[in-house]
């Protein structure tokens, strides 16, 4: 039906089908814009009692816990909603490089809606959570368990590198 549906679209007849009630996610604009985003998420961790400030890149910086967190926008996509906790892990040789691969796939695997990823330079290793929120204001409703998640797997990888030999 979707196929069908974009099929006469492409050709222009008028109304193949009620394409807004079959597929609302794809022909509504866009709900809010990068200021709107990042105020929604500055005073949603002000009330929560984090310091929020942007970056260089206009992106959201908190600290909790003693270490920097990210909420990074994307300016194409404001459904898209991801939490960032960047070079928890650094990464000396080569020897640490395969067990900090083998240790951000296990933690991945172990977590629910996180991801642990060794950057292409092979250098350090970051934790993020990505999901798509519509509305994007469902964030609030899920931040604190996003939180845990991201904490969760950032655990998960540091236990399972002990495991593999780095202390």
Not at 23 to 34: A, C, I
Not at 121 to 142: C, H, R, V, Y
């Amino acid at each position: 039906m979707f196929l069908a549906t974009m099929a006469f679209i492409r050709a222009g007849c008028e109304k193949p089908v009620k394409k807004a009630v079959l597929f609302p996610y794809l022909f509504r604009e866009f709900l809010m814009n990068r200021q709107q985003l990042t105020k929604m998420y500055t005073d949603y961790l002000t009330r929560e009692g984090y310091q929020p400030t942007l970056d260089e890149d206009g992106d959201v910086r908190f600290k909790a816990e003693g270490f920097t967190y990210y909420i990074i926008i994307d300016d194409q996509d404001e459904r898209f909603f991801r939490l960032l906790f960047p070079n928890f892990w650094s990464i000396d040789d080569g020897d640490e490089l395969a067990r900090a691969l083998i240790s951000a796939n296990y933690a991945t695997m172990r977590t629910k809606v996180a991801k642990v990823y060794v950057h292409d330079d092979g250098k350090n290793t970051s934790a993020s959570i990505e999901m798509f929120l519509d509305p994007p204001e469902q964030f609030a409703k899920t931040f604190p368990r996003c939180m845990s998640a991201l904490r969760t797997s950032v655990n998960t990888f540091v236990e399972r590198m002990k495991e593999l030999g780095k202390a």
